[in-house]
């Protein structure tokens, strides 16, 4: 069975966007979360563009590769201007969970409207036997309240923004996690853990 995976960038403090996030303001003003992106030299072999420090690159690639399929939430697709009408992934295929309909949805995307399950077994058919991303802090919870993630990472940036969208909402229990690697690279720490069952 594929594997479920939320990689997130996040502040210190738990935020994935900062304050005022939306179309045409991009993660508000915690644009900086995602520098890391692009202050190295080390290009990624999946993301055109996207030039990394040589440990940063190792770890973002090694994740981007195992991902065929991505489950954004609404708001992410507001906030990213639906991705222009494609995927925030050069390889994977984009599926929206929203509860209503969603005019701008494209012949490249899917839209599910009947709830996380629904959604990431959409994911999973679409990604041919590849893992399944989650983006957005809401669809997160949802997947992590359904016992559907299989491994959360944070791409955790060394700055307190005070405020913004979290990483993770409320939960009815706990989740327990294993650490399966820290590497700490410049202008970012990847810690990446599994779920445990
Ligand atoms: N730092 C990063 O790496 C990173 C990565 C991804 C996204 N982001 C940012 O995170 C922000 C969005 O995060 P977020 O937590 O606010 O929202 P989100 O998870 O993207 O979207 C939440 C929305 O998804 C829909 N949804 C969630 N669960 C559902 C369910 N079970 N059934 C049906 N619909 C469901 C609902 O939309 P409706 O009820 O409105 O239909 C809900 O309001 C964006 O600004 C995005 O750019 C940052």
Redesign the pocket.
Known sequence: MSKVLA????SVDG???GRD??AGR???D?GM??NWYFDGDTPSQVFDGFKLSAPSARVFDALAGRVGAIV?????????EHFGGGS?HPRARLVV????PVPEITDRQTL?????QD?IAAAREAAGGKDVGL????????ALKAGLVDEVIL?QVPILLGGG???F?ALPEHVRLRLVEAVPAPGVTHLHYEVER
């Open positions: 990689a997130l960038a996040v935020y994935i966007t996030p939306g991009g993660l508000g915690g979360l995602f954004a939430g609404r708001n992410t697709y507001e906030d990213s925030p969970l929203s509860h209503r599910v409207t009947t709830g996380i959604a983006m957005g802090g809401g669809v997160v919870t949802e791409h969208r979290p990483f909402q």
